[in-house]
């Protein structure tokens, strides 16, 4: 591997590539700590986790690398980028036009995305608003850190606005021109630059009055993720490979098909966008108590359905997850369109008739194998609460939606990275 990282810096296109990704991550990293104008830092930084809803900044902070905690330029991260994109893959399957502009290639990609950069805009104004909201009223941070009155907010709210776009513009520039999918990339940093903290509050927590010290937690810890990143990379690579038979067509003195191959269809076919979907739909009942002012419902969402700990908590979250693994497999996988593009360049399933009879195979092998995927989904998110409420520990650095977008991220540029050292006749990281 460190053979593989030397060939890497050995390749002048590749090792421009690899500069200019870590400069963009350098200057996302400088963003999550310069403040926006209008708060009052020394006492946010005395204030930070303590408030009604600390829960929920805990949870966004993770994504955003510590720039919540901070009310950085950059706090609101990419979650409005991700939130968007995920609106627009449902979008394309209620409306035709958007169906039609993701089959035009290049040109229907390019109005995608700048109609996804439209709606990031939006939801970044309305998530800005509700963290200045929750700011001013004490809920985030437990006392008021904003300074000043209606255009102090006007201006934190255009600030962090910015903050999110410019990171947009930062994942489109590592995509580009760089290594990597560049918002995945900003994610995967903003998900580990947290694990020191993490460990260190851990270890704080645990080494006053215990025989079992700090440090012995985190080796405890350290080992359960290296088996839970071990589980990950196995069920993310498992795949169910479906055997497709082309038949052999004469056209003119040329011979086409009549080769073999397959159907990859992953255990996990949804990725982390199920556990995404649940923690996004989890942090909404804390923000509509806070904002509703009711006692009652602050209460419940408080007890129930806000700490992690909780054994409420911890189911609806994984029913959540298995359902939004079914859900988003049936929207990202149509088997009918498969079973009809198949049968357009004369390909089969052996034993299986071409057409209805396929699509319906195919949907019988997806439903079967999601089930094991859902499961192990709904079992890595829940890990971190489950270990949170029995060994009553503040925050579990290694599990969860961090693990598995760590896990997919770095083998995601791995390869891309192999890809290109294996072109110039290098060893990569796997071979």
Do not use: H
């Not at 209620?94 to 805009?121: A, F, M, N, S």
């Not at 194998?369 to 859902?374: A, K």
């Not at 192990?376 to 961090?402: D, K, Q, R, W």
């Amino acid at each position: 591997m460190l053979r593989a990282f030397v060939n890497a810096f050995k390749i002048p296109d590749l090792r421009r590539k690899l500069l200019f990704t870590l400069a963009m991550i350098a200057v996302y990293r400088i963003g999550a700590w310069i403040p926006v104008p209008g708060v009052n830092v020394d006492l946010l930084r005395q204030a930070t986790g303590v408030g009604e809803a600390a829960n929920i900044v805990g949870i966004v902070n993770v994504f955003a690398g510590g720039a919540l905690q901070q009310m950085a330029i950059f706090a609101l991260g990419i979650m409005p980028y991700i939130t968007a994109s995920i609106i627009m893959q449902l979008l394309a399957v209620v409306i035709p036009k958007l169906e039609t502009l993701q089959r035009e290639g290049e040109q229907g990609r390019k109005k995608i995305t700048q109609y996804t950069r439209y709606i990031t805009v939006a939801l970044a104004i309305l998530q800005a608003t509700g963290l200045v909201t929750l700011a001013r009223n004490g809920a985030a941070f437990g006392e008021n850190v904003v300074l000043g009155g209606t255009w102090t907010v006007v201006l934190i709210v255009i600030t962090l606005t910015a903050g999110t776009s410019l990171i947009m513009w930062l994942g489109e520039l590592i995509t580009q021109r760089g290594v990597g999918n560049g918002m995945s990339l900003l994610i995967f940093v903003s998900i580990i630059s947290q694990f020191p903290s993490q460990f260190q509050q851990v270890r704080i927590e645990k080494q006053a009055g215990s025989s079992f010290g700090g440090w012995e937690w985190i080796a405890a810890l350290m080992l359960l993720g290296a088996f839970v990143c071990v589980a990950v990379v196995f069920m993310e690579q498992g795949q169910r490979r479906i055997p497709v038979q082309y038949a052999r067509r004469q056209v003119g003195r040329r011979s086409y098909g009549g080769q073999s191959t397959y159907i990859p269809l992953k255990v996990n076919q949804a990725g982390v966008i199920p556990v995404i979907f649940a923690s996004s739909l989890l942090y909404l009942p804390g923000l509509f108590g806070q904002i509703s002012g009711i006692t009652a419902v602050q209460n419940f969402v408080t007890t129930y359905l806000e700490d992690p700990r909780s054994w409420v908590f911890i189911a609806v979250f994984a029913a959540m997850t298995i359902f939004f693994a079914y859900f988003y497999t049936a929207i990202a996988f149509n088997p009918i369109e498969v079973a009809d593009n198949m049968k357009r360049y004369g390909g089969f399933i052996p034993g299986i008739r071409p057409g209805r009879q396929t699509a319906e195979y195919l949907d019988r092998v997806l439903t079967r194998i999601t089930l094991p995927g859902s499961l192990y989904l709904a079992a890595i998110a829940v890990i971190p609460f489950i270990f949170m409420a029995v060994a009553n520990i503040p925050s579990f650095p290694l599990g969860g939606v961090s693990l598995l977008i760590m896990v997919g991220v770095g083998l995601e540029t791995m390869k891309q990275i192999e890809s290109q050292l294996m072109q110039r006749n290098y060893e990569g990281f796997i071979s």
